[in-house]
């Protein structure tokens, strides 16, 4: 807040309000809503329900049932629709009720939203944003807790974000939806509840930016959106024992920023990849192909991965056995140092 002349010299500005990162997705619409006519948010149930996640709560009542508004349970509609509006002059913002609800459009988002820019020789840009609850760690069952990046990053002509802090989903939304192009928005479901301060007046994080969530100088844990709070939770554990882990942020899997990446793994020689998704063919597989080649001269032992098992997504009961966990990063260190030796 700016302060007048003749403030009190004690007055200081309000701190930013503590946030779940649900309410920080939903100040994000309100707020590209209120901002640019052009932005509509559409999906199933997203409209006077306020969505499964509640993320669009009061958006409807708020704006309209124009701006904010329910679909058919038919997703290849709802991104097709999509298509069209971007194509002339909109900017929509749809739901996918969970990350294998999605599958559906999957032939319109590869088809077409990832082709239309390349295919009109960037004459048709289509700025849209599909949202995508995504990930486990609620007991969902396999249809509403898929990992299902690797489809996305592996589609060239989509921009592809996921957030994990309420101040990212803020920021990282506010961005996609200004972006001239499709971004996929994969929301870590589990992530939901959890709070934090967020300042609407701060700098929008630039997409394709990697954070640095923690500095370390033993090994680099590289990871993103439901599996960073595990890797920092592995990295506190790790202090314990007195070694200093570092953790990696990347908010953004494409564009990736192998700059700030590489820059964590030279300095350490060490790294651990850490995703929920099974690892065969996946963005871990990617990421450490990428750091081996880069770091190569840097490294002191071979890149690790932490991930799901190559397996469908493990029942309520089972799935802490399915996800990396705290133990399971720290075998990856160990690992590590024992090849140093």
């Known amino acids: ?93 749809v739901e996918m009720q969970f990350d294998a609800f999605a599958y559906p459009a999957f032939e319109q988002i590869v088809d077409h939203v990832a082709k239309m820019g390349n295919r009109t020789r960037g004459r048709m840009r289509l700025p849209l944003v599909i949202r995508i609850p995504y990930a486990g760690g609620i007991g969902g069952v396999e249809h509403h807790s898929d990992s299902s990046e690797a489809y996305y990053v592996h589609t060239p002509g989509l921009t592809v974000v996921s957030p994990t802090t309420p101040q990212d989903a803020y920021g990282l939304l506010r961005a996609a939806i200004a972006h001239p192009d499709p971004v996929i928005f994969l929301e870590p479901k589990k992530l939901y509840w959890s709070t934090g301060e967020v300042d609407t007046q701060a700098p929008l994080p630039e997409i394709g930016r990697a954070r640095v969530a923690r500095e370390g100088t033993d090994a680099t844990l590289i990871a993103y959106g439901p599996s960073v709070p595990v890797a920092l939770a592995a990295a506190e554990a790790a202090a314990e024992d007195g ?99």
Request: proline share 7%; glycine share 8%.
């Open 1 to 93: 807040m700016t302060l007048m002349h003749d403030a009190p010299a004690e007055r200081t500005a309000e701190a930013p309000p503590t946030l779940t990162m649900a309410q920080a997705l939903n100040r994000a619409l309100a707020d590209a809503l209120a901002a640019d006519p052009s932005v509509v948010v559409f999906g199933e149930d997203v409209g006077p329900l306020g969505g499964v996640f509640r993320i669009t709560d009061g958006l409807t009542a708020r704006f309209g049932e124009d701006r904010c508004f329910d679909t058919p349970l038919a997703e290849a509609g709802i991104v097709g629709t999509a298509v069209g509006m971007a194509m002339n002059g909109m900017r929509p913002v």
């Open 243 to 341: 070694r200093s882990l570092g953790v990696i942020d990347l908010r953004s899997l494409v564009p990736f920023d192998d700059e700030t990446v590489c820059a964590a793994v030279r300095a350490t020689g060490r790294a651990v990849v850490i995703a929920e998704a099974p690892g065969f063919a996946s963005m871990a597989a990617e990421i450490a192909a990428r750091v081996s080649e880069r770091c190569f001269h840097h490294l002191l032992a071979p890149v690790r991965r932490v991930t799901g098992f190559d397996t469908p997504f493990a029942p309520p009961k089972l799935e802490r056995f399915y996800l990396p966990d705290v133990d399971r990063i720290l075998d990856a260190v160990d690992a590590l140092q024992w090849e140093d030796a």
